[in-house]
């Protein structure tokens, strides 16, 4: 039996976006309050016979309400990589904010993974307040808690080996209970951020994103993602609009909408 670890193929779907300022994506602002777009992504991981989705973004709905520009169906979008969303059995929630884990009932046979400590999160003591309540939907909370009595829900505590040449790793801060998932390609282990770090900048400058439920943690993540990374080109933010020019997509149909993350990013 051989070793090797499979070699991955990594997709970044793009699935909606926002106007913002710079002032919003960090903490004590910033002194220059230009614009800072936000884009909003889900990931998929293809290889060894097997497909992972990495979150599953929010619906038309959920953007209207908080004022996002809802761009396709982040599950129905998996149809342009020529995947069903029915071919999903696992699906790797990084955490449960609203952008990471709405439209999972559009997958109602899969199972989802998820770090305990996040499920305590978000239906302990923290939800009562506002300023933490804020970036989750009470209904998608329940629900996964509903899928979670069905026996659809993987809790995990810390470090992982969820298949050969993937692994989940605990990255608290911006929530309690965030993960990141590592993932072995042909240019080597590639980590997929998520909010671990929103922009490059967020990590690269240690300047803590805005929605933090501890500061401390979260600078910390940042020193895991670099020790998890064989370099910080093999990093990949959650949020961060350059990922799009940093990133070829699979074909020119798909350029703005699709990219792939296991083959070596642009020097900007």
């Not at 993932?183 to 590639?190: I, N």
């Not at 690269?204 to 943690?217: E, K, L």
């Not at 600078?219 to 940093?246: K, N, W």
Request: hydrophobic fraction near 40%.
């Amino acid at each position: 039996m051989s070793d090797k670890l499979p070699e991955y193929e990594i997709y970044a779907i793009k699935y909606a976006q926002r106007d913002a300022k710079r002032a919003s994506h960090f903490i004590g602002g910033d002194p220059h309050d230009g614009p800072m777009p936000m884009d909003y992504f889900v990931w998929v991981i293809q290889g060894a016979g097997q497909i992972y989705l990495v979150d599953t973004g929010f619906t038309a709905e959920i953007a209207a309400q908080r004022k996002r520009e809802h761009l396709r169906c982040p599950i129905e979008s998996l149809r342009l990589l020529g995947i069903q969303p029915s071919a999903i059995n696992d699906v790797i929630l990084t955490h449960m904010h609203y952008d990471h884990a709405g439209s999972f009932h559009k997958l109602p046979h899969a199972r989802f993974w998820l770090q305990e400590k996040e499920m305590q999160f978000v239906t302990g003591r923290h939800m009562r307040y506002p300023f933490f309540q804020r970036s989750f939907e009470v209904e998608e909370v329940v629900g996964i808690v509903r899928l979670n009595f069905k026996g659809q829900v993987e809790l995990v505590s810390g470090d992982v080996d969820f298949a050969p040449g993937i692994t989940l790793h605990p990255t608290p801060g911006h929530t309690a209970g965030l993960q990141v998932v590592r993932v072995h390609t042909k240019r080597g282990w590639v980590v997929l951020a998520s909010d671990a770090s929103h922009y490059y900048e967020n990590m690269r400058q240690n300047r803590p994103y805005s929605t933090a439920f501890h500061i401390g943690d979260m600078v910390d993540s940042y020193r895991v993602l670099e020790r998890l990374a064989p370099s910080p080109a093999h990093i990949v933010p959650g949020h961060d609009p350059l990922v799009m020019q940093e990133y070829p997509a699979p074909e020119r149909s798909m350029a703005g909408i699709v990219i792939r993350l296991d083959v070596a990013p642009k020097q900007l």
